[in-house]
T-cell receptor
Framework: DAKTTQPTSMDCAEGRAANLPCNHS???????VYWYRQIHSQGPQYIIH???NNETNEMASLIITEDRKSSTLILPHATLRDTAVYYC???????????FGSGTRLSIRP | DTGVSQDPRHKITKRGQNVTFRCDPI?????LYWYRQTLGQGPEFLTY????????KSRLLSDRFSAERPKGSFSTLEIQRTEQGDSAMYLC?????????????FGPGTRLTVL
């Protein structure tokens, strides 16, 4: 599976959009981009995934560049409860395991 | 859909003791995964089951670790002769295992402390 690069930490004001970038320049055509987040002392929570089209669900939007070498997770109206470590993962459909990196620690300030 | 559940949520044990954790996957999910997470790190894959068959094991899974999924539903992870280095959060996840993008959903984890 391709590796990903994320900033170590970011912060965002409550109520504003949080934009979390991820680079995956070696992504293959059959690899999906997944995002999970992990709130302190809890298990990872699935957020969203996509292949090449932009995706949106009730939690977030995922914007994937046309060359698929990078993506951005957007939390449209961040709240204090969105404070967590966010993991960007690239994974083949057939892959059994998820390989987690270090993620981005997102802090939402009041 | 009640989500993935794990029991216990916390376990404190003395070095050398055996411990067993249980994971109940989302109903009708065929695949079940175990991960381990140490402080400040992302989760690391340990092993996974397709129904009752254990199909892959990480090198992290030493001889002291054993996992089972006898009826293809719940799973147990046993650690024998625990060591202080086994202190970690043990996470379980499940997925449908049939087509689609096979998204994994995680439980709350079992935090193990070995004294």
């Amino acid at each position: 599976d391709a590796k990903t690069t994320q900033p170590t930490s970011m912060d965002c004001a409550e109520g504003r959009a949080a934009n979390l970038p991820c680079n995956h320049s070696t992504i293959s055509g059959n690899e999906y981009v997944y995002w999970y987040r992990q709130i302190h002392s809890q298990g990872p929570q699935y957020i969203i995934h996509g292949l090449k089209n932009n995706e949106t669900n009730e939690m977030a939007s995922l914007i994937i560049t046309e060359d698929r070498k990078s993506s951005t997770l957007i939390l449209p109206h961040a709240t204090l409860r969105d404070t967590a470590v966010y993991y960007c993962i690239v994974r083949r459909i057939s892959a059994s395991k998820i390989i987690f990196g270090s993620g981005t620690r997102l802090s939402i300030r009041p | 859909d009640t989500g993935v559940s794990q029991d216990p949520r916390h376990k404190i044990t003395k070095r050398g003791q055996n411990v067993t954790f249980r994971c109940d996957p989302i109903s009708e999910h065929n695949r079940l995964y175990w991960y381990r997470q140490t402080l400040g790190q992302g989760p690391e894959f340990l092993t996974y089951f397709q129904n009752e068959a254990q199909l892959e094991k990480s090198r992290l899974l030493s001889d002291r670790f054993s996992a089972e999924r006898p009826k293809g539903s719940f799973s147990t992870l046993e650690i024998q002769r625990t060591e202080q280095g086994d202190s970690a959060m043990y996470l379980c996840a499940s997925s449908e295992g049939q087509g689609g993008t096979d998204t994994q959903y995680f439980g709350p984890g079992t935090r193990l402390t070995v004294l």
